[in-house]
């Protein structure tokens, strides 16, 4: 990893083609992202069973609850990529999201009800949604076109060190104390302050545009954002393949809950299914991330979409031990690692630099969109048909869909994009 240079160029400070391939900017935000996941993971790992068992809401509540809290976030991730790329300030635009989010951590301290939690989890959803683009386009600002997915994996890898910490330190908070919600959401709202804190001091303020225009040989004033640079055919062939399969990718939680009927293990376990799942991606993340960069980005991301139909599978089959629920648990850890930055990866090279973050927020604002359906209809359809009958009509429409979405991605990514 690089941390400073002496070589300049029109006054930007640039990385030589000898550093190594991971920028520390990359690096920081993984930290922050590690720290902030740690926050909101603790929370998450705890919520499917404080909402059915502690309030003692219906699945079909937690279907409309888990969706909003995947999927609010699509409502301002345009606004956040858009603010990012029109102000060319991504740090600050990302270091307000993260702001929100640790704001809405007090909330929970004192959400009681279904009402104040659904408002609390849609403004910690809100500062996500603002901050995620920013933060993409900050990566793929500091990296090499031809290593985007390493260094999207890198930072993937450090954010899943905290996934996989927060569910694990709500299991041990509630090994000790059963009834232990509220601490867990003080100890949340520490690591969300820690996170947001290391982000201003920290990480540099990055700025895109500036910085090409000053190495722009003619010194030409820079390229300002307009909406139809997001018009390139690989984008909309990326933003369709992306909601046709984020339409069939059910919410976490109610795989969960399903091994976890099956399985009858106690309660109080039920976060280190979370961990199980984070652990794979955290031993994931680089590897895929890495493939991608040497076989294809789309194949990788169709890889990690066939991985999730074996898991509806294996969550579905009337089988039940501890080496079903570990497979279930790889298999969405791998969903995960082969997805969620590649799709960044991905939505960065079919946008030129001044409109980064706009692209990749396009991109995610179509996922998050598409996983608050899923997870609400899922929820209906779990109440009309059953579980396993449930899973298994979601897993036999994503067999259908992938194919298409293979063929429909086939070649995106066919040059690198301008620097």
Wanted: proline share 5%.
């Amino acid at each position: 990893m690089y941390i400073s240079f002496s070589d300049r160029r029109g006054g930007v400070t640039t990385p030589p083609k000898t550093a190594a391939k991971v920028s520390s900017v990359v690096v920081s935000l993984g930290v922050v992202s590690m720290l902030t996941d740690i926050s909101s993971e603790s929370v998450a790992a705890i919520l499917p069973l404080y909402i059915t068992g502690v309030i003692g809401l219906s699945t079909v509540a937690y279907g409309f609850i888990d969706g909003l809290y995947q999927g609010i976030s699509a409502f301002v991730r345009i606004a956040g990529g858009w603010a990012a790329d029109h102000g060319d300030q991504p740090k600050w635009v990302a270091f307000f999201g993260y702001g929100v989010s640790a704001i809405a951590r007090v909330g929970l301290l004192f959400a009681a009800g279904f009402g104040t939690l659904i408002a609390v989890l849609a403004l910690d959803r809100l500062g996500k949604g603002v901050r995620t683009a920013p933060r993409d386009a900050l990566i793929a600002a500091s990296s090499e076109p031809e290593n985007l997915g390493r260094s999207f994996g890198v930072h993937r890898m450090l954010d899943t060190v905290g996934a996989a910490v927060g569910p694990l330190l709500a299991f041990v908070i509630l090994f000790f104390i059963p009834d232990g919600y509220s601490t867990i959401f003080v100890v949340s709202l520490a690591f969300a302050i820690l996170g947001v804190a290391i982000l201003g001091i920290v990480v540099p303020n990055t700025r895109p545009r500036a910085e090409r225009a000053a190495l722009a040989a003619d010194q030409r004033p820079p390229a300002r954002f307009r909406w139809r640079q997001l018009t390139d055919p690989r984008l909309r062939r990326l933003l369709l393949g992306a909601g046709l399969l984020g339409v069939l990718t059910i919410g976490d939680g109610f795989i969960y809950l399903v091994l976890q009927s099956r399985g009858a293990f106690a309660a109080a376990w039920f976060p280190l299914l979370y961990v199980g799942t984070n652990v794979a991606f955290l031993l994931l993340a680089i590897p895929l991330g890495r493939l991608s960069d040497r076989f294809g980005r789309g194949r990788i991301f169709i890889i990690g979409h066939i991985a999730l139909l074996a898991a509806y599978v294996s969550a579905a089959l009337p089988v039940a031990g501890p080496l079903v629920t570990i497979l279930c648990l790889v298999l969405l850890g791998t969903f995960y690692a082969a997805t969620d930055g590649i799709l960044a990866a991905l939505a960065s090279q079919c946008a030129p630099p001044e409109a980064r973050a706009s692209g990749i927020a396009a991109a995610q604002t179509v996922v998050a969109l598409t996983r608050l359906i899923a997870s609400t209809g899922f929820g209906l359809l779990w109440f009309a048909l059953g579980r396993e009958n449930a899973m298994l009509v979601a897993a036999a429409a994503l067999a259908v869909v992938i194919p298409v979405v293979a063929i429909l991605l086939r070649g995106v990514v066919s040059r690198q994009p301008a620097r």
